[in-house]
């Protein structure tokens, strides 16, 4: 067997008085961990009612300031994301085809229209108010390509079937 060094200035040697398997042996077995020991020690539940209340109020407070700071992102430099299928109509340069169909479109728009939605919604615009942004916004964007193509189009946006907004 090797001696062990001999300890530095300041420092202390230690023994080992039992070899390891010793020292495991003498340790107890883990048990059952030990629970109340009457009905009082233990904290009731809440009943369901009380939880459902719980949830709402948090919920109530909690949500709108999530949703208020994804608008402001929205509107300052995120944007939005409009998913819908509609019916499209187009006023185009004569020579084009200017029937209304039905598309399903997925398109981002950018902050600017996603301000102007928030906005107008704020304000209590009308349905028909907030199609005619969201139109403008899918003309500039989506038919138009950020004024790429099609210079003289207009969109109509009509018989919506469904329409989704994510910020």
């Known amino acids: 067997m090797v001696p062990a060094p001999a300890p530095l200035p300041g420092q202390r040697r230690l023994h080992r008085s039992n070899p ?6 003498a340790r107890p077995a883990p048990g059952p961990v030990p ?24 919920r109530k407070d909690w949500q709108p300031r999530v949703q208020q700071r994804a608008k402001k992102h929205a ?8 998913e819908t299928r509609a019916r499209f109509g187009f006023i185009a340069a004569p020579g084009s085809t200017d029937d209304g169909r039905v598309c399903r479109v997925t398109q981002h728009l950018p902050a ?13 615009a009308s349905e028909q108010q907030l199609q005619a942004i969201a139109a403008e916004g899918l003309q500039e964007i989506y038919f138009k390509d950020r004024g790429r193509r099609a210079q ?7 018989n919506i079937d469904y329409i989704e907004l994510d910020f």
Do not use: K, N
């Open 75 to 82: 509107a300052s430099r995120g944007g939005i994301v409009i």
């Open 20 to 25: 390891p398997d010793a020292r495991l042996a």
């Open 112 to 124: 600017v229209y996603a301000s102007r939605l928030f906005d107008a919604q704020a304000a209590g």
């Open 152 to 158: 003289g189009l207009e969109v109509e946006f009509t």
């Open 35 to 58: 629970g109340p020991t009457s009905s009082t020690d233990v904290s009731p539940a809440p009943r369901a009612e009380l939880a459902a209340r719980l949830e709402r109020e948090v």
